[in-house]
């Protein structure tokens, strides 16, 4: 978490205790932000019809940061046919641009 003993040391335990079930709660959340106990439980199966049953609604929204790291490894695979792609982390920042006061 980018902490050193020296500060966890100096905080307060209830910083600790937040931190602490951030940490658990993230780490069951899976990558559609739904915390993975339920995404993987039974009752949510399309065909459990059963007590507690529930399912999910799912949305698809344009990414535009994760489509300018497809184009970017897009552009690298062209310039480098033989590079391994699982070698690169994508980095993407915001870049703002101008547009004249319109």
């Known amino acids: ?5 020296a500060q966890v040391w100096d905080m307060d335990p209830e910083q600790i205790d937040l931190m602490v ?6 780490r069951d959340t899976g990558p559609h932000g739904i915390p993975m106990r339920e995404a993987t439980d039974q009752r949510a199966a399309p065909g459990f019809y059963g007590d507690g049953a529930y399912g ?9 940061a994760q489509h ?3 184009v970017a490894r897009k552009r690298l695979k062209k310039e480098n046919p033989d590079v391994d792609l699982d070698d690169y982390r994508a980095v993407v920042e915001r870049v703002d641009y101008d547009t004249g006061g319109v």
């Open 1 to 5: 978490m980018g902490l050193s003993p």
């Open 68 to 70: 300018a790291v497809n």
């Open 21 to 26: 079930a951030f940490t658990e709660l993230e």
């Open 56 to 64: 999910f609604k799912a949305t698809l929204v344009p990414d535009w």
